[in-house]
C-alpha cells in the first residue's frame, strides 16, 4: 500500500506543524470525538465495510480513525506532524501509520478505495490533495470530509470564539469560511459534494473548555505570557455567562459531513 515513487515534497502549513507538535498531549484529551450517526452516515455513503481500504488525511492523534477502524475496513493513517503521528500509534498500534501529506501521501496509486479528512481539509491545498486523491483511489474512489464545529449561535459559544478570533491571524485557515469548497466547484470527474449535519454536544469541565482554545494551532505557538493572556479572557468569558459558570459544562459542537465520488 505504501510507495515512493510518487512521493514529492510538499511542505506542511507552518502553523499546523509547530502548533499540533506542541499540543498532541493535551489536543487528544480535550477534543472531542464524532457521534456514532456521523460515522454511519459517512460509512453508508462511502461504502466502508470489510475488505475495503480508506485513508485518512491529517489524522492527527487518531481521533477519527479509531471510529474508522469500527466499520471493518482496512485503514491507514497519513499524518505528517511527528507527535501527532506518534500518539496516533500509541493509541491504535493495530493501524498503519505513515508520515505524508495530503498533496503527496507516499502511498501507492490505486491503494485505497476511499479517502477521508476529519478536522483536516482546510489546511490542505485542495487541488493539489484532489489531484492526489484520485490517483491513490480506484476508479470508483470515495471521499469523505468531516468537522466539529462550535454552534455560535448560543451566546457564551460566540463570546468565546471572539476571544479565539483576536488572537488568531489570516494565515491560518478555518473551514467555517467556505473557502475550501472553491477546490471541488471547477472539479471535473467528481460528484457535487452531499452533506448533512448532526449534533455533536460535548460535556466536559472549565478545563477541558479552555483547551478547545488553547491547544489550537495558534495558541499553542504564542508565548507563554500571551497564553496566559488568553487563558484569562477565556475565563473572564465563562464566569460571565451561568451555562458555563459550573465545573461541567456541555460545548454544543455540530458534526459537518461531506461526500463525494468520482463520476
Known amino acids: ?74 485503514v491507514v493513517a497519513v499524518e505528517p506532524v511527528a507527535a ?5 500509534t500509541e493509541l491504535l498500534p493495530q493501524v498503519t501509520a505513515v508520515d505524508g501529506v495530503a498533496e503527496a501521501t507516499g502511498l501507492e496509486s490505486g491503494a485505497v478505495d476511499a479517502v477521508v479528512a476529519a478536522q483536516a481539509w482546510h489546511w ?16 470508483d474512489g470515495r471521499l469523505g470530509l468531516i468537522w466539529n464545529t462550535l454552534d455560535v449561535s448560543v451566546p457564551w459559544v460566540a463570546a468565546y470564539s471572539r476571544v479565539y478570533r483576536e488572537w488568531r491571524t489570516d494565515e491560518v485557515p478555518v473551514h467555517t ?31 477541558g473548555v479552555l483547551g478547545q482554545a488553547l491547544t489550537s494551532s495558534r495558541i499553542s505557538t504564542l508565548d507563554e505570557p500571551s ?7 477565556l475565563v473572564a468569558v465563562l464566569d460571565r455567562f451561568p451555562d458555563t459558570s459550573g465545573e461541567r459544562i456541555e460545548i454544543p459542537y455540530v458534526t459537518d459531513i461531506y461526500w463525494t465520488s468520482k463520476i
Open 1 to 74: 500500500m505504501i510507495g515512493d515513487a510518487r512521493f514529492i515534497t510538499v511542505a506542511i502549513h507552518h502553523a499546523a506543524q509547530a502548533g499540533y507538535h506542541l499540543a498532541a498531549q493535551a489536543y487528544e484529551r480535550v477534543r472531542p470525538s464524532y457521534p456514532t450517526r456521523a460515522l454511519a452516515l459517512l460509512a453508508d455513503a462511502l461504502d466502508l465495510k470489510p475488505g475495503r481500504r480508506v485513508a485518512d488525511l491529517g489524522a492527527g492523534t487518531g481521533k477519527f480513525t479509531r471510529l474508522l477502524a469500527l466499520t471493518g475496513a482496512q
Open 84 to 88: 501527532m503521528r506518534d500518539r496516533l
Open 124 to 139: 490542505f491545498d485542495g487541488p493539489a490533495a484532489l489531484t492526489e486523491i484520485e490517483r491513490v483511489t480506484g476508479p
Open 177 to 207: 469560511d467556505g473557502s475550501w469548497r472553491a477546490a471541488f466547484e471547477p472539479r471535473a470527474g467528481w460528484q457535487k459534494l452531499a452533506s448533512a449535519q448532526v449534533p455533536n454536544p460535548y460535556l466536559t469541565d472549565r478545563d
Open 227 to 233: 497564553r496566559e493572556q488568553v487563558r484569562a479572557e
